[in-house]
């Protein structure tokens, strides 16, 4: 596990998850160096910071755009972990297998169950299509989990599925990657917490500011990382 972890964050991304997303790998997660792409916020400083002005029409262009980035910054390892500034490292880990929550195409029909029309759904069979085309598999590899991407099999994704959003799916898919089928680590509402023994947790911006997961991680995490500035 020797590899880098990249943190693609909006320009004005706000520094309290992160901080602890940190915290946590810190503790628990062996990595080389931290790297931050497009934005840093105040009192946080990364091994490595790309500023970089995401292009694009949507967000999906914008994520293309970056991992283009990604890939052209040499001093990054070929091979990287993809965190969110929300994910955290609960227990220590060695190694980490490849996750799936399942079809694509019972996620979809899940979501659509409680909402007629959703944009992340629309992306989500989007994906799914693109994916047939191709005579590929449609496992659904978006959970809220690192994932170990290579830089330049990533802008072979990017170049094969152009204008198709779901870059994770697309890339566990097209690349074959296999993995273990686990529910999504993620809490939304203000009461849950995690299992006993988890290893992956990841939070809203609700619960992770008023709900008892966030007081959880806050409690679990007190001592700065070494990217805290004091």
């Known amino acids: 596990m020797r590899h880098d972890i990249v943190y693609i964050l909006k320009e004005d991304i706000g520094a309290e998850e992160l901080r602890y997303s940190l915290r946590s790998v810190q503790a628990n997660f062996p990595h080389r160096r931290v790297w931050f792409f497009c934005g840093c916020p105040d009192g946080i400083t990364p091994d490595g910071y790309v500023r970089f002005k995401q292009t694009g029409r949507n967000k999906w262009q914008k994520s293309t755009s970056t991992f283009r980035k990604i890939a052209e910054t040499d001093a990054v390892s070929d091979d990287f972990w993809l965190f969110n500034d929300d994910f955290f490292v609960m227990q220590k880990v060695i190694d980490l297998p490849y996750m799936i929550r399942g079809s694509l195409t019972d996620r979809v029909a899940g979501i659509r169950r409680k909402r ?74 203000l009461e849950g917490l995690p299992e006993a023994g988890q290893t992956l947790l990841s939070t809203s911006d609700a619960s992770f500011r008023d709900g008892k997961v966030g007081e959880y991680i806050r409690k679990r995490f007190k001592r700065p990382s070494r990217w805290e500035k004091r």
Request: aromatic share 12%; glycine share 8%; hydrophobic share 35%.
């Open 116 to 189: 007629t029309v959703s944009g992340y759904a629309n992306g989500l069979d989007t994906a799914r299509e693109a994916l047939k085309e191709k005579g590929l598999t449609t496992y659904d590899y978006a959970l809220h989990v690192p994932m170990l991407i290579n830089k330049q099999k990533a802008v072979e994704v990017i170049d094969q599925f152009p204008h198709c959003p779901m870059f994770r799916s697309l890339y566990g898919n097209y690349w074959k990657v296999g993995g273990v089928t686990v529910p999504d680590v993620k809490i939304y509402d």
